[in-house]
Structure formats: C-alpha cells, structure tokens
C-alpha cells in the first residue's frame, strides 16, 4: 500500500533502525519507546490487523510469534517482555498494517 508507513519501511524508503530482516518479516526498534527496549515485528506483507487475518497468515503469524522471544534475548529481555497487538481503531491500532511490539527491560510496567 503506498500510504502505508509500515510497507515504506519494509521498502527502504524510510529508514529504520533494523534489528533483523528475512523474507518474511522485519523487526525495527519504535520511534517512541515505552519502554528501554521496544521493538516492533512486522510483516512484509501488508496485512492491515489482527482481525484481517486468515488460514494463509497462519505460518506468519507463527514465524512472528516465535521471533519474539529470540529477538528479545538478543537484545537483553531474556528474564522477560511483553507483547502488544492493538487490533482495530478502538483497540489502540493507530498504523494499520499488522504488528507486534515487544518490550521490556526494567521499566514499570502495568499488570494486567
């Protein structure tokens, strides 16, 4: 999509600060943090939430999740993090393409 944010990062035409890329799927620290490690997974496929998912993301949404924990322990969250996906306007989603954000690392976080 050419107004997407997320598929412009995904094409280099705005920069990032990466911390992995395979075919599939991106992972770039968030331009504001809510925490001192805060990173986002992204599909390369544009794919605008959670709920527009079917059957035929269900390999990538695997991939995704099991990144997460691996990309976490490199980047110091290996006691733990957290995860976040906003779904749909009224459940927090501001960029619609599909991502995860992961967090942690010493910052108070809310207990849910």
Do not use: W
Request: glycine letters at 10%.
């Amino acid at each position: 999509m050419s107004d997407c944010i997320f598929c412009k990062i995904v094409a280099g035409s705005i920069p990032s600060q990466r911390l992995y890329e395979d075919d599939d799927v991106i992972a770039f620290h968030d331009i504001h943090p809510i925490a001192p490690v805060h990173f986002m997974l992204v599909p390369k496929l544009h794919v605008a939430s959670l709920a527009d998912c079917s059957s035929a993301q269900e390999g990538l949404l695997g991939r995704i999740l099991l990144l997460a924990p691996k990309l976490a322990a490199e980047n110091g969250l290996g006691k733990g993090f957290r995860t976040m996906i906003n779904t749909g306007r009224e459940g927090g989603q501001e960029v619609f393409h599909l991502h995860v954000h992961v967090f942690g690392g010493g910052a108070t976080l809310p207990k849910t």
